[in-house]
C-alpha cells in the first residue's frame, strides 16, 4: 500500500537541507583570502602591484633613408665617390626618436 510521505517531515527535511547548505556557503565565502602580495623584486612572470603602479615608458623611432627634408632648405648631392656605404645608422639616414613616459592614474 502506498502512503503518501508526512508533509511536516518533507518540510522539516527540506528546512534541514537548506540550512545545512546556507552554513556550508558562508564557511566556504569566509575561508577565501586574497591572493598574498608580491614584491616589486618578484620575477617578471609573476604579477607585481608596485610594479603595475609604475609608469608606462614607450619609445618611438622613426627610421627614414635619405636627407631631411626641411622646409626652406637645400641639400647638395653628394657625387657617386662621396657616399658612404649603405649600413644601418651610418649612412644618410634620419632618425627622430620620441620616448614617452605614461603615469598611471589614480583613483
Not at 59 to 80: C, K, M, T
Amino acid at each position: 500500500m502506498n502512503t503518501l510521505p508526512d508533509v511536516k517531515t518533507s518540510a522539516a527535511t527540506a528546512l534541514a537541507a537548506f540550512v545545512f547548505l546556507a552554513a556550508l556557503a558562508a564557511v566556504s565565502v569566509s575561508l577565501v583570502q586574497p591572493p598574498r602580495a608580491v614584491p616589486e623584486t618578484a620575477p617578471p612572470a609573476e604579477f607585481s602591484s608596485a610594479r603595475a603602479d609604475a609608469p608606462l615608458r614607450i619609445a618611438v623611432e622613426d627610421l627614414s633613408y635619405g636627407l631631411p627634408e626641411i622646409p626652406g632648405q637645400n641639400f647638395r648631392v653628394r657625387a657617386e665617390d662621396t657616399m658612404p656605404v649603405p649600413s644601418y645608422r651610418t649612412s644618410d639616414t634620419t632618425v627622430v626618436r620620441k620616448t614617452l613616459s605614461i603615469e598611471p592614474q589614480k583613483p
